[in-house]
């Protein structure tokens, strides 16, 4: 088993820029991939950012150029660097593991962008 904490979420104002962590603990050995996932208000859950282990980080096309994804492999964690921050990404952020067997959740950090 995997457990996984977030931590970083917050109100900021469009422009702005807010710093999302993960940290993993367990099975930790087994995790391949780890990622951020996001779901807006009325939304379906969407993939922000994942990087495979020795990998390069991959995004979603909405936020490519303002968001870095990076791996503490050390630390077992995974950041999430946003930048220039929009209402648009405005969501609960959760971060995810996976295994080769199996895929795992953190509880969820709320991440609002307004005025």
């Known amino acids: 088993q995997v457990q996984l904490v977030e931590s970083g979420g917050g109100l900021v104002q469009p422009g702005g820029s807010l710093r999302l962590s993960c940290v993993a603990s367990g099975s930790v050995s087994t995790i391949v991939v780890m990622g951020w996932y996001r779901q807006g208000p009325g939304k379906e859950r969407e993939l922000v950012a994942s990087?495979?282990?020795?990998?390069?980080?991959v995004y979603a096309d909405s936020v490519k150029g303002r968001f870095t994804l990076s791996r503490d492999d050390a630390k077992n964690t995974v950041y999430l660097q946003m930048n220039s921050l929009e209402p648009e990404d405005t969501a609960v952020y959760y971060c995810n593991a996976q295994s080769l067997f199996q895929g795992y959740w953190g509880q969820g950090t709320q991440v609002t962008v307004s005025t």
């Open positions: 990087i495979i282990r020795g990998g390069n980080p």
